[in-house]
Nanobody
Framework: QVQLVESGGGLVQPGGSLRLSCAASGSIFSINAMGWYRQAPGRQRELVAA???????NYADSVKGRFTISRDNAKNTVYLQMNSLKPEDTAVYYC????????????????WGQGTQVTVSS
């Protein structure tokens, strides 16, 4: 069993910053890709940023230059540093983690965090 615990959301004024964290625990052999998605009311969930086990990153065009994704493999944690926040960044943010385990053979499974609300408003 794997648990993902997110933290760091909240209310911030336009131009402000927030840092999201997502810690994975439980039955984990290795963690592959880690990422952040967001879903605003009435909209589909979209990829915000992702990072591979090797540290390669990719970002949605709308957040490039403002958001930074990073990971601490020793802590099984992924972070999202969000700067210069805009009202259109308001959404529920979800972490997504691809985890490998072994049970006679290797297999991978995808897990989602519970979501954390980010609201950008004056």
């Amino acid at each position: 069993q794997v648990q993902l615990v997110e933290s760091g959301g909240g209310l911030v004024q336009p131009g402000g910053s927030l840092r999201l964290s997502c810690a994975a625990s439980g039955s984990i052999f290795s963690i592959n890709a880690m990422g952040w998605y967001r879903q605003a009311p009435g909209r589909q969930r979209e990829l915000v940023a992702a990072i591979t086990s090797g540290g390669s990153t990719n970002y949605a065009d709308s957040v490039k230059g403002r958001f930074t994704i990073s990971r601490d493999n020793a802590k099984n944690t992924v972070y999202l540093q969000m700067n210069s926040l805009k009202p259109e960044d308001t959404a529920v943010y979800y972490c997504n983690v691809d985890i490998s385990n072994y049970s006679g053979s290797y297999y991978s499974s995808e897990y989602w965090g519970q979501g954390t609300q980010v609201t950008v408003s004056s």
